[in-house]
């Protein structure tokens, strides 16, 4: 029996030549490749959310390569100012790395529930969550002060951003968006108010997106990701904090021929560098984003198309950068036998995600019940996500139709 495994990354010719040629170079660490990669990748953004200049704060777009998505939403909150005061409001439904970094400024994890019928943080349940930590009284464990905002577009479809930024703007708070999942990941016309919004792309709509290229991720490096802001004030603090708080500025404004041994350390900061190595992996990945974009597309019509009129099923959302396909099931009961039933037939599933709110140190930090976010808990025991990934044939499609049907007649 031929294995389709969950998730198999899609690498050519290209990117071993890629590889090759920086491993030949003499330079493996970041240097050209990655200046390369930032410079494509602004490129793109621009390109593709169609405009020259992106939404105010974005009058200019920078992009910055780390080793991950989870060091740039790090170098985001600490360049935005977080600390042990604060609190920063995220959805319980999402992979952990977007809670941690809160953990690592000492900040508080606020979590927030996601909206009925969606994977996504609820706005209203946001505003809630805002109010409640402003009404904390005296003598009562303070949670934080509110601080920012984290939205995580779950699967690559994008969170209703108006909704969140205005909530944002009233109350004075930073918004970061998660865009793990979200590359590249189109905001539907309608959907937007242009008052508030006027970039396109999931990752463009508040002060600073961060994308991951992670293995399973919609383009990859392997480990990857990048910090993508409008706002310059930010720029240089996540630059310098990328790499060991060494700000080589300070001497460049005195001399024009910087002396290259000379540095000033200004904070202890982190290591966090994207290397050539895998940025030249990175920019053959981004030449073939759209690409792999469609073919998830076709991949998910035929899903949808197999499965809307399948009466125990509810399809995904539409849209988005359909980096997961993520079904649920009306039994929430028959969910892990699916799960198994799948397996012993040789096709790969997962499940996105353990809301962080059941996780024990979440749980048992914050003292949560399963109960109290009720539609995060409900949303991971009928979910199951099904393979999706560019490279798939028609006859392994099939089968994980046939399969899926198969296991509810
Ligand atoms: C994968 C992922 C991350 C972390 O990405 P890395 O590049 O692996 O650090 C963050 N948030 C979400 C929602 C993810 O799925």
């Known amino acids: 029996m031929e294995i389709i495994p969950f998730h198999r990354p899609f ?10 040629r920086v491993l030949r170079s003499g330079w493996l660490t970041t240097g050209k490749e990655t200046l390369a990669f930032e410079e494509e990748f602004r490129d793109f953004l621009l390109r593709e959310n169609g405009k020259t200049i992106p939404a105010p704060p974005h009058h ?5 390569a780390v080793n991950s998505a989870t060091s740039g939403l790090h170098l985001a909150l600490e360049a935005l100012g977080t600390g042990p005061e604060d609190a920063v409001l995220l959805p319980s439904y999402t992979f952990t790395a977007t809670a941690e970094i809160v953990r690592y400024l000492g900040a508080e994890a606020i979590f927030v529930d996601i909206a009925p019928d969606s994977y996504n ?3 209203e349940e946001l505003e809630k969550a805002v109010l409640r930590l402003r009404k904390t009284k005296d003598g009562e464990k303070a949670a934080g002060k509110p601080k920012a905002i984290i ?7 994008p969170c209703n951003m108006p909704a969140i930024n205005s909530i944002a703007q009233r109350y004075g708070l930073a918004v970061v968006e998660d865009s793990a999942h979200a590359f590249p990941a189109r905001i539907i016309e309608d959907n937007r108010d242009k008052q508030i919004l006027q970039a396109n792309l999931a990752g463009m709509c508040s002060d600073i997106g961060v994308f991951s290229f992670y293995a399973t991720k919609t ?8 910090v993508v802001t409008g706002r310059e004030d930010m720029v240089r603090r996540i630059e310098v904090m990328r790499s060991h708080g060494i700000d080589r500025s300070v001497w460049n404004r005195y001399t024009d021929t910087a002396a290259s041994w000379y540095y000033e350390v200004v904070a202890p900061g982190f290591k966090y560098n994207l290397p050539d190595l895998l940025a030249a992996v990175g920019r053959v990945q981004l030449r073939r984003a759209l690409e792999l974009l469609t073919q998830r597309q ?3 019509e035929r899903y949808d198309r197999a499965f809307k009129n399948e009466g125990a099923l509810i399809i995904p959302p539409p849209g988005g950068a359909r980096h997961l396909y993520a079904i649920r099931l009306k039994e929430p009961e028959r969910r892990d036998a699916f799960i198994e039933s799948l397996r012993s037939q040789g096709i790969g599933t997962s499940v996105h995600f353990i809301p962080l709110h059941l996780m024990p140190y979440y749980r048992d930090r ?20 099904l393979p999706i990934w560019p490279g798939m044939t028609e006859t392994q499609i099939d089968r994980v139709i046939e399969t899926v049907l198969r296991a509810f007649n």
Request: net charge negative.
């Open 60 to 64: 200019n777009l920078f992009c910055l």
């Open 298 to 300: 076709i991949i998910a």
């Open 219 to 226: 383009i990859t490096t392997g480990e990857g990701g990048m």
């Open 11 to 20: 690498i050519g010719k290209e990117e071993e030549e890629a590889v090759l």
């Open 121 to 123: 943080m609820d706005p």
């Open 366 to 385: 914050y003292s949560l019940k399963p109960e109290d976010l009720p539609q995060s808990y409900q949303r991971f025991r009928e979910t199951v996500s």
């Open 151 to 157: 939205a995580v577009h779950i699967g690559g479809v």
